[in-house]
Each structure stands twice: as C-alpha cells, then as structure tokens.
C-alpha cells in the first residue's frame, strides 16, 4: 500500500467547513453551529472515530472471511473522550464496542476481538505519533 495522501481545503467564506479529498474521492468535514460551523459534514473527531471504526470492520470481515468464519455482520460504536489528569496532561481515551453476529463460537469471538486490535488504524493510534509541520509556498503535485 502506498502512503495515503489526503489533501484539505477551507475557504473563510464557507465558516469552518472543510472540503477533502485523496484524488478519488471528496467528502467534508464541518463543526456544528454551537462551535460556530454550519454542519454540512462530520466534524474532525467523527471522521477520526469514522477510520477507526471502518478499519476496525474491514480487518475482522477479511480475517473472518479468510478462515471462512461464519461472521454475518459487524457494528462498531465509538466514542472519545479527554481525561484530565492534573497536573499531568490530559489523556485522551477512545472507547470501540464491537458487536460481532453470526454462528460464531466463544474462542472465535475472542480471536476477532484480537484481529480488531491489529488494524492498522488502531495500530497507528495506539503507537507513538510524530506530526511535522511546515509553512510552504504551495502544495506539491
């Protein structure tokens, strides 16, 4: 897989709504009128739970699929929330339910729980993240 690269875009005139894109796809992200937004998309914290949640089903149903489990649907719920922790920094916890159905025995259930924790999404986000910023003139191609 190569290094997924999502360009974003805001004009002032639109309030905070955002426009986003990875060459295929557009889609939008916005925060809602009580944050001064309009509402026109999710908001930053939906579409980081959103990847988690897609990553999280996509990797169970590929393993299922795989050992040819009898898995018939997946539901993730997912929420986030920041800890306080004077005078330490605040922690940030995301909470995942996943709900599995299908003929599934106690000792495959477990072992997709364990498939979920191993996607990439969760792997990047349980890991240590660096994020290097820089003004630039202009975007590359």
Do not use: F
């Not at 190569?2 to 002032?12: G, M, Q, Y």
């Not at 792997?123 to 994020?131: A, D, F, V």
């Amino acid at each position: 897989m190569s290094n997924p690269t999502v360009r974003t875009s805001l004009e002032t005139t639109a309030r905070y709504r955002v426009n986003l894109t990875d060459g295929t796809h557009q889609w939008q992200a916005d925060e809602p009128p009580a944050l001064g937004g309009n509402d026109t998309g999710p908001t930053p914290h939906h579409l980081l739970l959103s990847a988690l949640g897609a990553c999280t089903s996509i990797t169970v149903a590929m393993y299922a699929q795989r050992k040819q489990l009898k898995l018939e649907g997946i539901d993730v719920e997912l929420r986030v929330a920041e800890e306080k922790l004077s005078p330490a920094p605040a922690r940030t916890r995301i909470t995942r339910n996943i709900q599995l159905q299908g003929d599934l025995s106690a000792a495959e259930r477990q072992r997709l729980l364990e498939i979920a924790n191993l996607c990439p999404i969760h792997k990047i986000l349980s890991g240590e993240i660096s994020i290097d910023s820089q003004l630039v003139d202009a975007l590359s191609d």
